[in-house]
């Protein structure tokens, strides 16, 4: 049984303090880059109700063109987690080369939807002052695609090896470097010019650019030799890099499904009015303060998982999900809380105090996000401890069978009747994300995954590296499985 020297110690394998190690900084992590969202969100409301209004449709919808791109590379960190608990950690390097890889050839495709950003946008039927500000926005957060995925990229290098306090110090810094330039930008503070949602994007995709900078700044102090090969496996590897795209694809593709689902919503939603929408950004733009940790909790369970199946003890992730499950419950049960009993409070620094009907629409749709939050913190803690083993395949076909019958199709019918419509869609939203909690524990529950494997059956030899003998720890792999 392989035992990483490189990650906690085989006696703490599969107990809390472990799970906390690895998840605390990822959480605080991506809190720090959801604050970059919140932030830029809240500094746009001080702008206009209609830079607000604007920056979530055409936010999300660049993410949803990179959420493939995203969900793909991301996988890496199932990978490097199982490597490490094979202990085969000169296969480490060359998987995160193939990641970087990917993320050249996504990004180059996305900015591609650069010139067909006014169409695209003209076909929502928003309102004309929106339009313009969502297609300056859009275009914008384009050209910040490489960056986002590289910083994607490198992170599963650390995560999966549960090294995140490095992933939460350089998404700290990117936030901060984000909140600053919000500031001198939206409002042209410092002797800049005030660009508004303009500001935004460029402070947004500065902070992208500078996270991966630390990662190689890290790697450059502390990698450039040693057993991960994270330098002289740089070349591209075409059966690892078939087989990042066998597993990662799926997950990638759930991802992106996920989000073009919600972008339906909000799109349908859009056309209900200037109110609606503003209503459903700032929802989302709250509901982030509890998903968002939810993901780093999440990315954690896929590491965790990847590893204790890397040294084939699978009973020992079983109990790491169950932790993780409790520990998210726990976290969400405190923002319900506020949800619920302070909406006030939480909504003041929104300025939002001035508009009644737009405050008690939001206030009505927290009590739902308070409902579905529970569930949505199962689907995301259950779905990444089966992806860590290999399972994407199912984790696909049942999200975006339950998001097209139960989110896209419901919220499509209810944009006809008009006032009455918006509460229906937001009830969709609820029904959904319930079936995917329940869906996911059961799909947990029944074990597949347990059986499953993502690296290769033999180690192949590195370029300018000699053979592996198979006798030593490091020659042994794990037998892949099929999903």
Known sequence: MATSTNLPTADRA???????????????????????????????????????????????????????????????????????????????????????????????????????APAMFAGFGHEASILALEVDYFRLMCLGTFPLLLGTTLACFYSGRGKTIVIMVANIIGTVVNVGLDYVLI???????????????????????????????????????????????????????GRLLKFGFPSGLQHFLDVA?????????????????????????????????????????????????????????????????????????????????????????????????LRALVVFLLKLVAVYSFFDALAIIFSSAIRGAGDTQFALLFSFGAGLVFLVLPTYIASFYGEAGFFYAWYAVTTFITILGIGFVARFHQGKWMTMRVIEHTLPELEGHPPIDEDEPEGRMVVEAGA
Not at 194 to 205: F, S, Y
Request: proline share 4%.
């Open 14 to 116: 599969g107990s809390l303090s472990e799970l906390l190690k690895v998840a605390v900084p990822l959480i605080i992590s991506y809190t720090s880059s959801a604050l970059m969202y919140i932030i830029d969100r809240m500094m746009l409301s001080w702008d206009s109700v209609e830079s607000l209004a604007a920056s979530l449709p055409a936010g999300v919808l660049h993410y949803n063109l990179a959420a493939l791109a995203i969900g793909t590379v991301s996988y890496a960190n199932a990978f490097v987690g199982q490597y490490e608990g094979a202990d085969q950690h000169q296969r480490v390097g060359p998987v995160i080369w193939q990641g970087v890889y990917l993320s050249v050839i996504a990004s180059v495709i996305l900015a591609c939807f650069i010139p067909l």
């Open 187 to 241: 409002f042209g503070k410092f002797g800049a010019p005030r660009l508004g949602i303009e500001g935004a994007a460029i402070a947004t995709i500065t902070a992208f650019a500078v996270i991966p900078l630390v990662y190689i700044g890290v790697m450059l102090y502390q990698e450039r030799g040693g057993i991960y090969h994270l330098w002289t496996g740089k070349r591209f590897d075409r059966e690892l890099f």
């Open 261 to 357: 689902c919600f972008t339906a919503f909000i799109q349908l939603v859009g056309s209900l009015g200037t109110e609606k929408l503003s209503a459903t950004s700032l929802i989302f733009n709250l509901n982030s303060l509890v998903f968002v940790p939810m993901m780093g909790l999440g990315t954690a369970v896929t590491a965790l998982v990847g590893r204790r199946i890397g040294e084939g003890r699978s009973q020992l992730a079983v109990r790491t999900t169950w932790l993780a499950a409790a520990v998210g419950l726990a976290y969400v049960a405190i923002f319900c809380s506020l949800y619920l009993f302070a909406p006030e409070a939480i909504l003041k620094p929104y300025g939002v105090g001035q508009h009644d009907s």
